[in-house]
């Protein structure tokens, strides 16, 4: 990144290779969209061309694009509310082989997540998918690590709760629309 | 230990980052405590979501967009140097000088005895002049024509489409911008301009597959028909298992399966 903010834009090559398809993967998660996933994947890496020399020697790397990250996101849907909360085609992919009951679980999982008010799928998103440490994703979200592990305890008893919920209904009957959720407060 | 004092510890101990002591203490009120066992059991649970692939059109937006940022910021580099042009007001000012006077026209004489044995060759190398121009031009308009594609507003991507329509030969990156557009734009408008645009460049392989795998994604009617249109234009007897898929959609709308059935007739 030191090379990109120096003014070796090739390099930026190399870091679309390794963070293009977790980015893509956050957005997704996050917002259920592929097509709009891949826009804003894009935006990002035109972000970090434009913003370049506001990284600072030893910020670390990951924290600091997903943040850029985030402000995209947020950027978005300031624009355009968000309107496909759970696309069916955005059920997970399953791979041959896999046991029926396993398929279904994931499948109910992914649904529960999604209905998730935003701010906590965000939470789960990155500490769980992302795998980031709690001290940077409370430096992105602008509080505390102690609040983030509080949250972090919230959100997965909500998702124990939805997901319970969907197991009981039939399917199809429970979706309920995060496109209600409004995006979290931009952290700048 | 109570719930309320092991949420302070969860968390932890679902990123592993607690001491073995600590592990231990968690690990023991899990064994009796359903709740706070079941999110730990919900929490390894979320690894069943598999990733998604991004698109491997990604890549070549991306080098677009970093070739059309690097070009933008050499023409400001350029821009620069004009700046920097004033600075050699001075030099003129020698040059009105009699030392200067006498300097520049030797450098006259010199340049006229050269242009005059290279008169012969003028015309050639005009010639590649003009190619070359004509080069650069083609290229600017492409770049305007991506950079236009990937613009938030539907009306703007709409003018990237009709830009890629003065070209005859388009780059391998605007092929597959407009591509792309045409599978994964939000606005109908675009993709159907964008299809009219591909229409021109039925030689080239991919557009025909990337035309008849949309056959299987749109979701507008609108847009379902004119693909189907598309393929019948071209005579693309390889599109009649995707037409006859498409065909047994169950929620298709009725003229799509109607306008499906006449196509797969006159492929056939």
């Known amino acids: 990144m030191l090379q990109v903010r120096d003014g070796a834009g090739e390099t930026l090559g190399v870091l679309f290779e390794r963070y293009h398809a977790p980015l893509y993967n956050f957005y997704t998660k996050l917002t259920g969209d592929r097509a709009l996933s891949e826009d804003l994947v894009q935006e990002v890496f035109l972000r970090i061309l434009r913003h370049r020399q506001t990284f600072r020697d030893g910020t670390p790397f990951r924290a600091w694009i997903y943040q850029i990250a985030r402000n995209a996101r947020i950027d978005h849907f300031r624009k355009t509310r968000p309107q496909v909360p759970f696309e069916p085609e955005m059920a997970p992919t399953v791979t041959p082989g896999d046991p029926a009951q396993q398929r279904q679980e994931s499948e109910l999982l992914h649904k529960a997540l999604m209905e998730l008010p935003e701010e906590k799928r965000e939470l789960l998103v990155l500490c769980r998918f992302q795998e980031l440490p709690y001290e940077d994703v409370a430096r992105l979200v602008g509080c505390g690590v102690a609040t983030v592990k509080v949250r972090i305890h919230r959100a997965m008893q909500e998702l124990r709760q939805i997901f319970h919920q969907l197991q009981a209904a039939p399917a199809g009957s429970t979706q309920r629309a995060a496109a209600q959720n409004l995006p979290p407060r931009r952290v700048t | ?268």
């Open chain 2, 1 to 268: 230990m109570k719930c309320e004092e092991i949420a302070g510890l969860l968390p932890d101990y679902l990123q592993e980052g607690l001491g073995t002591e600590q592990k231990k203490v968690v690990e023991g009120h899990l064994e009796s405590c359903v709740e706070c066992r079941e999110i730990a059991g919900l929490w390894k649970k979320l690894a069943l979501i598999p990733d998604e692939q991004p698109s491997e059109m990604g890549r070549a937006r991306f080098d677009a967009m970093l070739q059309a940022y690097q070009t933008g910021r050499r023409d400001e580099g350029t821009a620069r140097r004009v700046d920097r042009g004033a600075s050699f007001w001075s030099v003129f000012q020698w040059l009105r000088s009699p030392v200067g006077a006498v300097a520049w026209s030797i450098v006259l004489v010199v340049l006229g005895a050269y242009i005059g044995m290279q008169l012969g060759s003028a015309k050639s190398s005009s010639q590649q002049d003009l190619a070359a121009m004509h080069t650069e031009l083609t290229n600017m308009r492409q770049m305007v024509a991506l950079s236009m594609l990937q613009q938030q507003s539907a009306s703007q991507r709409l003018e990237g489409v009709s830009w890629t329509r003065r070209e005859g030969q388009l780059d391998p990156q605007v092929l597959s911008a407009l591509m792309h557009t045409l599978r994964y734009d939000q606005s109908v408008d675009v993709r159907l301009a964008a299809l009219d645009a591909l229409s021109r460049h039925a030689g080239q392989p991919q557009v025909k597959k990337t035309v008849v795998d949309a056959l299987q994604e749109q979701q507008s009617p609108l847009m379902q028909v004119a693909l189907i249109d598309q393929l019948v234009e071209w005579r693309d007897a390889e599109a009649a298992p995707g037409l006859e898929k498409l065909r047994r959609s169950p929620n298709l709308n009725p003229t799509v399966r109607q306008r499906a059935d006449w196509a797969i007739s006159k492929l056939n």
